[in-house]
Nanobody
Framework: QVQLVDTGGGLVQAGGSLRLSCAAS????????VTWFRQAPGKEREFVAA????????YYADSVKGRFSIARNNAKNTAYLQMNSLKPEDTAVYYC???????????????WGQGTQVTVSS
């Protein structure tokens, strides 16, 4: 098993930046693909970005491509989501997750972080 703690959310103006962190413990971090999802009020949880265990493959949702960047440091058991050029529609609770394979479907996730709120004001 792996435990995940998401941090780094906050309130930012449109056009600003935030970096989210996902700290893992309890298991070999490099075994897992890390995926960020987000959930806005009244909406379903949606895929944002993913990075495989070795970092060799990276995936982004079309809505964040070119603005967000996912990375990981397996020596520090931490993954990151750098969010630039933020828009009000990026406002959501962001969740990191760990899976044994790449997925964009929340139901396939094995482990979840607790989530961190990101609010982008216009």
């Amino acid at each position: 098993q792996v435990q995940l703690v998401d941090t780094g959310g906050g309130l930012v103006q449109a056009g600003g930046s935030l970096r989210l962190s996902c700290a893992a413990s309890g298991s070999t971090f490099s075994r897992y693909t890390v995926t960020w999802f987000r959930q806005a009020p009244g909406k379903e949880r949606e895929f944002v970005a993913a990075i495989t265990g070795s970092g060799s493959s990276i995936y982004y949702a079309d809505s964040v491509k070119g603005r967000f960047s996912i990375a990981r440091n397996n020596a520090k058991n931490t993954a990151y989501l750098q969010m630039n050029s933020l828009k009000p529609e990026d406002t959501a609770v962001y969740y990191c997750s760990a899976t044994y394979f790449h997925t964009t479907t929340p139901n396939n996730v094995n482990y979840w972080g607790q989530g961190t709120q990101v609010t982008v004001s216009s």
